[in-house]
């Protein structure tokens, strides 16, 4: 098991920020994809963005790109999610995962992590 804890979730209002923290247990997260998920009750999980391992390549969600920005340090295990102008819209548990099998890529579906933290709540209020 990769243990991952998500913090920094919160209330806040439109047009505010928030960020995100994913701290990793155990092995050194540098050859790891990591990413980001969000999820609504009664809906899918929700891709939201990836890093690759050197931190060099970046995969951001149409709805999110140019308002959210993913980075890692992998010295202290930890990746975060930067979120920008939040919407209400984006509201919803926000997930981290991690692809611990290495392939390479930047991946953008949930089927190919492999670990998840438990969540961490944001709420966007209007």
């Known amino acids: 098991q990769v243990p991952l804890v998500e913090s920094g979730g919160g209330l806040v209002q439109t047009g505010g920020s928030l960020r995100l923290s994913c701290a990793v247990s155990?092995?050194?997260?540098?050859?790891?994809?990591m990413g980001w998920f969000r999820q609504l009750p009664g809906k899918e999980r929700e891709f939201v963005a990836s890093?690759?391992?050197?931190?060099?390549?970046?995969v951001y969600a149409d709805s999110v790109k140019g308002r959210f920005t993913i980075s890692r340090d992998n010295a202290k295990n930890t990746v975060f999610l930067q979120m920008n102008s939040l919407k209400p819209e984006d509201t919803a548990v926000y997930y981290c995962?991690?692809?611990?099998?290495?392939?390479?890529?930047?991946?953008?579906?949930?089927?190919?992590?492999?670990?998840w933290g438990q969540g961490t709540q944001v709420t966007v209020s209007s």
């Open positions: 155990g092995p050194s997260i540098r050859y790891y994809a």
């Open positions: 995962a991690a692809q611990t099998y290495i392939t390479n890529s930047v991946p953008a579906r949930a089927i190919e992590y492999n670990h």
């Open positions: 890093i690759d391992g050197s931190g060099g390549r970046t």
